[in-house]
């Protein structure tokens, strides 16, 4: 089967740094994405691995363990404008297919 | 670039009646999701079209959901009859053909804001 598990909600300080972990068990593994999700929005495409290591964009990292079905995100320099949802999908290899975890809401104090 | 277009932006309608959604995916996106997702909950894939066949629609409620995907284009998603659990936002994705190592993504429609009541 699959299943992806990350928390369900996380606070943090503006100007810190936060991780958001995200484990997977799936059978057939192409790629797992990150996303965000303001409230009321569509998500929108954030960070992509498929090999194991870490991947770098500005202020966002994303990383991957395939042999362990791990990855983080990791946001520095936190702003308000990140409070959002985060969500964690992997894409299954035959179909193409997203799963989505539960997604994970960032708030940002002050 | 035009992103991927859905309407209506809200609906509101009573139990036993039906719905139509719809959705214009970008510009040679040959593979089309419709998702479900709940208050509180990430996106769950109702069915999914490459080009205008059926990839997967194991979590599609056939009792009740259809989807068709006319020509490989737009798409429409149908409730019939909507119940109280339905109520939703109903995401729309595209995505180019994958092939190789591309870090294609799916790109997500604003969505339709279904309300049962």
């Known amino acids: 089967g699959q299943n992806i598990d990350q928390p369900t909600e996380m606070t943090a300080t503006e100007g810190a740094i936060v991780q958001i972990n995200c484990t997977y068990q799936?059978?057939?593994?192409?790629?797992l994405f990150w996303y965000q999700q303001h409230a009321g929005e569509a998500p929108t495409f954030l960070s992509y691995?498929?090999?194991?290591g870490l991947e770098e964009k500005g202020r966002f990292s994303s990383f991957l363990s395939r042999s362990k079905g791990y990855s983080y995100l990791l946001l520095k320099e936190l702003q308000m404008k990140d409070s959002a949802s985060y969500l964690c999908?992997?894409?299954?290899?035959?179909?193409?297919?997203?799963?989505f975890g539960t997604g994970t809401r960032l708030k940002v104090l002050a | 670039e035009a992103g991927v277009a859905q309407s209506p932006r809200y609906k509101i309608i009573e139990k036993r009646q039906s719905v139509a959604f719809w959705c214009n995916p970008i510009?040679?996106?040959?593979?089309l999701y419709w998702y479900q997702q709940i208050l509180g909950q990430g996106p769950k894939l109702l069915i999914q079209?490459?080009?205008?066949?059926?990839?997967?629609d194991s979590q599609l409620p056939k009792d009740r959901f259809s989807a068709e995907r006319l020509k490989g284009v737009d798409s429409t998603l149908k409730i019939q009859p909507a119940k109280l659990e339905d109520s939703a936002v109903y995401l729309c994705?595209?995505?180019?053909?994958?092939?190789?190592?591309?870090?294609?993504?799916?790109?997500f429609g604003p969505g339709t804001r279904l309300t049962v009541l």
């Open positions: 510009s040679g996106h040959a593979t």
């Open positions: 691995n498929v090999l194991d």
């Open positions: 999908a992997v894409r299954a290899s035959r179909t193409y297919k997203y799963i």
């Open positions: 799936t059978s057939g593994f192409n790629g």
């Open positions: 994705a595209s995505s180019l053909i994958y092939s190789g190592t591309s870090t294609d993504t799916q790109y």
């Open positions: 079209f490459q080009n205008n066949g059926v990839v997967d």
